[in-house]
């Protein structure tokens, strides 16, 4: 039984741009989170995805949105990117009877030049 | 609104002897709380988990954690550190009862790293 899978693991873009990326859930999961991790600090809640909506939202500007796609995989884009969003981005998983116990993945780490 | 306070950023001891990692939260609806661990490049690993059953939790790796409400804290220990143990270690709030508002929002203290000496 895979875990959260997360991809790419790795990516480097320029101020300005735009990037997505991807998170597939844990086998029989259904709710799907993001949380960005800056270099020394701990995880900071971005959104949750459930039946394709946008459930909840933290304190993260609108160029960060995201999409859930029927089979529960999950997008995150960031729009017109600064110095700043250059981070460790994790998804988790949950299946909807436990929201609260999540698994995450090893993480997509952005670097922003 | 919930926060979590881990009070040591780092922790250093000896292989063989306890570990102690701090934590006091805070949350307007009755807590479920959490430790993940995670290694140099690394996801987060469940450790241990409470969510309103007994008090004394144990988790994996010999690891356990004590919920006590009168003193708003869920300290992380573990009897005899070993090398493998050296990782950074978060503690993790959310509101156990959704109340219509938290649907398993996760709120992270800062974390405590973890080091361990032979």
């Known amino acids: 039984d895979a875990g959260v899978t997360q991809s790419p693991t790795h990516l480097i873009k320029t101020r300005g741009q735009q990037v997505t990326l991807r998170c597939s859930p844990k086998s029989g999961h259904d709710t799907v989170s993001w949380y960005q991790q800056a270099l020394g600090q701990g995880p900071q809640f971005i959104f949750q995805y459930y039946e394709e909506e946008e459930r909840q939202r933290g304190n993260f500007p609108d160029r960060f949105s995201g999409h859930q796609f029927p089979n529960y995989s999950s997008e995150l884009n960031v729009n017109a990117l600064l110095l700043g969003d250059s981070a460790l981005y994790l998804c988790a998983s949950a299946g909807q009877a436990h929201t609260y116990e999540q698994y995450f993945g090893p993480g997509t780490r952005l670097t922003v030049t | 609104a919930q926060s979590v306070t881990q009070l040591d950023s780092h922790v250093s001891v000896s292989e063989g002897t306890p570990v102690l990692l701090r934590c006091n939260y805070s949350s307007s609806y009755s807590p479920s709380l959490f430790w993940y661990v995670q290694h140099p490049n690394k996801g987060l690993q469940l450790l241990l988990k409470?969510?309103?059953?007994?008090?004394l939790v144990k988790g994996i790796n010999g690891f356990e954690a004590e919920f006590k409400k009168s003193e708003t804290s869920f300290h992380l220990t573990k009897p005899s550190a070993h090398m493998s143990d050296a990782a950074e270690y978060f503690c993790v709030v959310t509101p156990l009862s959704a109340g219509g508002t938290s649907y398993g929002k996760l709120t992270f203290g800062q974390g405590t790293i973890l080091t361990v000496h032979p």
């Open positions: 409470y969510t309103s059953a007994a008090t």
